[in-house]
């Protein structure tokens, strides 16, 4: 059986400066995986990497057996990975609802014209994503806010439903931004649970950002450490917390 | 030789282009706002110095003076009462809607104190023009003073903006606005400024544009505006060296087109190369990139 | 959400219809003055082209200044088709169908080849770049002459004498001074049947999944290409249909003519439908339909003012963007009249 995510020697300078140098990991099947570091250690730019918003200089990505290096966003989302944002990017004027149904785009479709005339496709389609939609709010608690603003609703909500959203197009990764930030421990705590809950119910492996050590330690199988576009240390949690040199680094920062 | 010739005529109309687009690009780099009515400034700095000669007996050099102590009040007066309370709205429309307001405004208030009749504007310039090569090449004194004040106005305004600490307050405002206030800049002071000096050159603009072309009516401002603006976009819009050097490119693309292209297509042709430009470089040719933040 | 957006729709519909029946039997009874009579098909050519409008700007987000560029090229081609089948088709409803099909295709086609290079521009680039084509359109076809006679089509740029014509033959379209002769076959009924068809296609393409996905593009593009839209083939959907629904605006609004010149369509008409979006409300469809009927009717109105006309609606125009859309206007609106607001909200739900 091969592998979930393979990345393999990933490398990009901005400008003179080396963001992302020689990076390699391995995500297994149905694993917890967490990529930590200090601030501007290159984390964020690894997910922009992998999703195609950036096109790396060297290296590979391999989804599933599948190679996907240098794709646009649009194609990594359909070849299976998804992504919530550190800062929170939700489609802040449409309703709650209507951001998951967009997530279902790719898998539900009818054609144009069948939109605008109405025909039976059209009414089928959308009492099927609609239905579909509703149980993934319901799974994140949010079906009383389905009619909602999503720009409108709090912090915790949004972050949830980001997580819905991306769930919605039915990935074979998920990718987690930073998913407690701004947080309280009470909500991070519930946001451990439902990282798990998602990952037992939709079978899911997921590669989490994350800062708040809590969590990570909590919940994460395996981890990998990146300091100044660098790895500097790898394998599982346990391990790698011990590490000396991720202790200075942490300590140092 | 006449080709010659028609290079100057161009550099010297991009010369005018430029200066107008310096206005547009300052007032973009700073407020962020395409600032329609900028072309109709233009227009009333042309009219106070026409009715400043033709009616109160000016000579040139006092009359463009008054033109430029008119423009520079009327920016500040129109940013502070039609601008500044929308510079923070949640659209950028809003601010550019009320812009279009502004413009109607200044043509309609002119058109009602000098009517519609276009009035024949009297050069300022007066000195005859060089002749060189046995008369083979003759350059107007309009032409000859319209690119000196060209090449005056982009150095001063770089001194003015490299060397003092206005500038270096416009500067750090375009680059953040939200810094800028923390560091004590008096940010609204900082745009009025800008409004001011833009306005300013606005009315030398006028003038200048005028006395090479002598045709004054209330919709004089708005296609050469509208030029301008482009010139600024070319150039890529913020850039105060974009805006000169786009400005001149224009104008030169311009008259050149004119000559021996087309007179009815040279606007078409110097849309057409904006765009060409701006799908290369799709910010500019002196525009900054910049990447999106994620 | 679903019930109330139907009812605004149905609203929509029902509000557009009403004042069709209504204006339509005063026109019959002859109880309408000729000025407003003179108006029925203008209003119908500035709802669509705002409706239109609406589509790139409130709910794609994307400014464009050059939706007079797209009713140029459509006046032009369902003009020039009419002129050509004049003696065809006989029937004036029906050559003013095929007319405005002829106008909206070939406008979309225009929208087709200007958005495919264009729309990877952002923001303001966009803005200038989509201005500067309606500039060119408008440019362009002022140089252009076509005549028919006896051999077929002739073309030039440059002059009608340049045609070479036989002596029989007919100037079509006539450089600066455009197409004479149009058969007036525009009909208050045929804009009303325009409008329905206009607010027919952008009210269900909103409310579908390329609706959702054009929508999403706009609230953030970087998380609707993480969710797999492809963001081009959206926004080009939106640029055309919104350029075919202009075209079609154009042919009816030449049908309405005597003399179809291309300066009508300038940066100011541009400009003037914009107005009518942004007053009526970013993706309220209904706000633009309302704000172009008010916007088109009212300086008629006022037309005993004068010089003094387009004085007062510019100071009207630039209070009404202070009044809407400045934060400490709206701040202040919100502390004197927010509670006021808020419990006719809560009694009317």
């Known amino acids: 059986m091969s592998s979930m995510l393979e990345v393999n020697n990933l490398g990009i300078s901005f400008g003179g400066l080396r963001a992302v140098n020689e990076f390699s990991m391995t995500v297994e099947k149905g694993e917890l995986y967490g990529l930590i570091g200090p601030n501007g250690a290159g984390k964020t730019t690894v997910f922009n990497l992998l999703t195609g918003v950036y096109r790396p200089d060297t290296g590979k990505v391999v989804l599933d057996g599948k190679d996907i290096t240098g794709m646009r966003t649009a194609a990594v989302s359909r070849a299976g990975i998804a992504r919530t944002f550190q800062n929170i990017r939700l489609f802040g004027k449409m309703p709650v609802l209507d951001n998951v149904k967009a997530g279902l785009h790719n898998h539900y479709g009818y054609s144009t014209p069948a939109g605008i005339l109405r025909l039976p496709s059209y009414r089928k389609q959308e009492k099927r994503m609609d239905e579909k939609a509703m149980e993934l709010l319901k799974v994140f608690d949010l079906e009383k806010d389905a009619e909602k603003t999503a720009g409108g609703l709090p912090y915790g909500k949004q972050r949830r439903l980001e997580i819905a959203r991306a769930l919605a197009t039915e990935p074979k990764l998920l990718l987690l931004d930073e998913p407690a930030a701004g947080m309280n421990p009470k909500e991070t705590q519930e946001l451990m649970d439902m990282i798990r809950f998602v990952r037992k119910e939709f079978d899911m492996t997921i590669l989490l950002i994350e800062h708040d050590m809590r969590l990570v330690s909590g919940i994460c199988e395996r981890l990998t450490v990146l300091n100044f576009g660098e790895i500097l240390a790898q394998g599982s949690t346990q391990e790698v917390l011990t590490h000396p040199e991720v202790i200075t680094a942490y300590l140092g920062e | 030789m006449s080709f010659l010739s028609y290079l100057l005529n161009g550099i010297s109309l991009g010369s005018?282009?430029?200066?107008?687009?310096?206005?547009?690009?300052?007032?973009?780099?700073?407020?962020?706002?395409?600032?329609?009515?900028?072309?109709?400034?233009?227009?009333?700095?042309?009219?106070?110095?026409?009715?400043?000669?033709?009616?109160?007996?000016?000579?040139?050099?006092?009359?463009?003076?008054?033109?430029?102590?008119?423009?520079?009040?009327?920016?500040?007066?129109?940013?502070?009462?039609?601008y500044r309370p929308l510079l923070e709205a949640s659209?950028?429309?809003?601010?550019?809607?009320?812009?279009?307001?502004?413009?109607?405004?200044?043509?309609?208030?002119?058109?009602?104190?000098?009517?519609?009749?276009?009035?024949?504007?009297?050069?300022?310039?007066?000195?005859?023009?060089?002749?060189?090569?046995?008369?083979?090449?003759?350059i107007s004194g309009e032409t000859i003073v319209t690119i000196l004040c060209g090449i005056l106005v982009m150095v001063v305004l770089t001194t003015f903006i490299g060397h003092t600490k206005q500038g270096q307050a416009m500067l750090a405002v375009s680059e953040d606005k939200g810094a800028a206030q923390l560091m004590g800049i008096n940010v609204n002071g900082t745009i009025a400024l800008t409004f001011a000096i833009g306005s300013g050159l606005a009315a030398i603009a006028g003038v200048l544009l005028c006395s090479c072309y002598p045709v004054l009516t209330p919709y004089t401002g708005s296609m050469p505006g509208i030029k301008a603006f482009t010139a600024a976009v070319f150039g890529g819009i913020g850039s105060i060296p974009g805006a000169f050097l786009g400005g001149l490119i224009l104008g030169v693309i311009e008259i050149l087109a004119k000559a021996y292209i087309s007179s009815q297509l040279s606007d078409a042709i110097v849309f057409a190369v904006l765009i060409i430009v701006l799908l290369v470089k799709p910010t500019g040719l002196l525009g900054k990139k910049t990447r999106e933040k994620v | 959400m679903k019930k109330k957006k139907l009812r605004v729709n149905l609203l929509t519909y029902g509000i557009v219809t009403a004042a069709f029946i209504v204006m339509q039997s005063l026109a019959v009874t002859g109880s309408l003055s000729s000025l407003m009579k003179g108006l029925l098909v203008p209003i119908c050519v500035y709802i669509v082209l705002a409706v239109s409008l609406n589509l790139v700007v409130g709910i794609s987000g994307e400014l464009s200044l050059g939706h007079a560029g797209f009713m140029c090229v459509g006046a032009f081609s369902g003009a020039f088709f009419s002129k050509c089948m004049q003696d065809t088709i006989t029937s004036g409803g029906l050559r003013l169908f095929l007319a405005m099909l002829v106008g909206a295709l070939v406008a979309a086609f225009f929208g087709l080849i200007i958005g495919i290079p264009v729309l990877r521009l952002r923001g303001d680039y966009l803005a200038i770049v989509t201005l500067a084509f309606g500039e060119i359109i408008k440019n362009v076809i002022n140089v252009i002459y076509i005549g028919v006679d006896g051999d077929g089509f002739h073309f030039s740029m440059k002059d009608q004498f340049s045609l070479g014509m036989a002596p029989d033959g007919k100037v079509l379209i006539n450089g600066a001074q455009g197409i004479t002769g149009t058969p007036k076959d525009a009909t208050f009924l045929a804009g009303f049947i325009l409008i329905l068809v206009t607010l027919f296609i952008v009210l269900n393409l909103i409310d579908s999944r390329d609706g959702r996905a054009i929508m999403a593009i706009r609230d953030s593009r970087i998380a609707a290409e993480s969710i797999g839209i492809n963001v081009t083939r959206y926004k080009l959907m939106c640029f055309t249909i919104s350029a075919a629904l202009a075209g079609a605006a154009g042919t009816l609004y030449a049908h309405n003519l005597a003399t179809l010149t291309a300066s009508k369509f300038n940066f100011n008409t541009s400009i003037l439908v914009l107005v009518f979006v942004v007053l009526g409300g970013m993706g309220n469809i209904l706000g633009s339909v309302i704000a172009a009927t008010v916007l088109t009717v009212l300086p008629e109105m006022l037309r005993f003012l004068n010089n003094y006309r387009m004085l007062i609606y510019s100071i009207i125009l630039i209070a009404m963007m202070i009044y809407n859309w400045s934060p400490q206007v709206l701040e202040w609106r919100e502390r004197h009249f927010g509670r006021l607001l808020r419990r006719d909200r809560k009694e009317a739900e």
Do not use: R, W
Request: aromatic share 10%; net charge neutral; glycine share 10%.
């Open chain 2, 16 to 82: 005018v282009y430029a200066i107008i687009a310096l206005g547009y690009t300052m007032v973009y780099g700073i407020a962020k706002m395409l600032n329609f009515a900028h072309g109709d400034v233009i227009m009333v700095g042309a009219y106070v110095a026409f009715t400043a000669i033709m009616s109160a007996g000016f000579s040139s050099l006092p009359a463009v003076l008054l033109a430029i102590l008119v423009c520079t009040v009327l920016g500040v007066v129109i940013e502070t009462i039609a």
């Open chain 2, 91 to 138: 659209s950028s429309l809003a601010v550019l809607i009320t812009a279009i307001g502004v413009s109607y405004f200044l043509q309609n208030v002119v058109l009602l104190i000098f009517g519609a009749n276009p009035k024949s504007f009297q050069s300022v310039v007066h000195f005859k023009g060089i002749s060189l090569a046995g008369g083979a090449l003759t």
